[in-house]
Nanobody, 120 residues
Framework: QVQLVESGGGLVQPGGSLRLSCAASGSFFHVNDMGWHREASGKPRELVAV???????DYADSVKGRFAISRDYAKNTIYLHMNSLKPDDTAVYYC??????????????WGQGTQVTVSS
């Protein structure tokens, strides 16, 4: 019913930049919140950034000032612009979406993940 497709991950040197994208597709009534989480090796999954249907955004303290989340509402697509990347940013990044499949029923959906590796 709902699929999240991510792209943009890869290998980048410290100080470099990447842009991730995630598009929601399928049969649903409304896409509410969308965001990015990441899971580094040996660590629990953590919130990176979220953008709500009204346009407000929240960021993890570790990425404030370096990452920016944006949203194309017409395409149900979000982006994560990552600048000044650090080795600690190395992780699998997962797209997240809160999706209403009916007017009153919603579920949480996840993408397959995309690997970001920051290394020299």
């Amino acid at each position: 019913q709902v699929q999240l497709v991510e792209s943009g991950g890869g290998l980048v040197q410290p100080g470099g930049s990447l842009r991730l994208s995630c598009a929601a597709s399928g049969s649903f009534f409304h896409v509410n919140d969308m965001g990015w989480h990441r899971e580094a090796s040996g660590k629990p999954r953590e919130l990176v950034a979220v953008i709500r249907s009204g346009g407000s955004a929240d960021y993890a303290d570790s990425v404030k000032g370096r990452f920016a989340i944006s949203r194309d509402y017409a395409k149900n697509t979000i982006y994560l612009h990552m600048n000044s990347l650090k080795p600690d940013d190395t992780a699998v990044y997962y797209c997240y979406a809160k999706v209403y499949t009916t007017r009153t029923t919603y579920g949480n959906y996840w993408g397959q993940g995309t690997q970001v590796t920051v290394s020299s």
